[in-house]
């Protein structure tokens, strides 16, 4: 069966560091990977999605992730991290044979001065 | 485009109440679908749809129905309201996985329920 694990429930970052948020997946052919964002009382909004080719993949605001097959992970980093992105944080898959996505349990981001 | 309407934004049922979340969407999308987010268990699928007259269940379907008579809309409706259905409901939509590949899920700005 299709999972996904967000191992971090909250991660607490100083603005200015880097920041890297941790998804690993469970899906049997190469999935669809998203990284979606919600901010305090909004819907979720796409920060960026892998479907094939190169690995490295760039997104909205700054966000960029990895696609490890060896690992099923699929990590969003981000080089000096503002305040404004305090928010969670989900990571998804997609699956073509059950035209479906499957999300994480999420990670909440909270962001010190 | 609007993209992905829900309606109510807020609502408070008492126990036992039945109601319908409504959902439209313009970008003429196949897929449609429907998730409650409760704290510590990320977005959960309800119902999903396919194709208007194709609807299908998912992870946590007891106590909710869904049609789609159109390709716009997917309502979801709770029968009986009871207390453990008080969350935040998404609804989403999409081009086909299976069709498209390269697309991804639009939300809604939810509606939050109260169940009482």
């Known amino acids: 069966a299709q999972s996904v694990t967000q191992p971090d429930i909250h991660i607490t970052v100083s603005e200015g560091a880097s920041l890297e948020l941790r998804c690993n997946y469970s899906?049997?052919?190469?999935?669809?990977l998203f990284w979606y964002v919600q901010s305090p009382g909004q819907g979720l909004q796409l920060l960026l999605k892998?479907?094939?080719?190169?690995?490295l993949v760039q997104g909205i605001k700054g966000f960029e992730a990895e696609f490890k097959r060896s690992q099923s992970s699929f990590n969003l980093r981000k080089p000096s991290v503002h305040w404004s992105d305090a928010a969670e944080y989900f990571c998804?898959?997609?699956?073509?044979?059950?035209?479906?996505?499957?999300f994480g349990t999420g990670t909440s981001l909270t962001v010190i001065p | 485009n609007a993209g992905v309407t829900q309606t109510p934004k807020f609502q408070v049922l008492k126990t036992g109440q039945s109601m319908t979340l409504q959902c439209a969407q313009d970008?003429?999308?196949?897929?449609m679908s429907w998730y409650r987010q409760d704290p510590g268990m990320g977005l959960r699928l309800i119902h999903y749809?396919?194709?208007?007259?194709?609807?299908d269940q998912g992870e946590v379907p007891n106590g909710y129905n869904v049609s789609r008579s159109t390709t716009e809309d997917f309502p979801l409706r709770l029968l009986s309201a009871a207390p453990s259905q008080t969350s935040v409901y998404f609804c989403?939509?999409?081009?086909?996985?299976?069709?498209?590949?390269?697309?991804?899920?639009?939300f809604g700005q939810g509606t939050r329920l109260t169940v009482v």
């Open positions: 998804a898959v997609g699956v073509n044979t059950g035209n479906q996505f499957y």
């Open positions: 899906y049997g052919a190469t999935p669809y």
């Open positions: 970008m003429n999308h196949e897929y």
């Open positions: 892998y479907f094939s080719g190169d690995t």
């Open positions: 749809s396919v194709g208007a007259g194709i609807t």
């Open positions: 989403a939509s999409s081009y086909s996985l299976k069709d498209i590949g390269n697309t991804e899920a639009f």
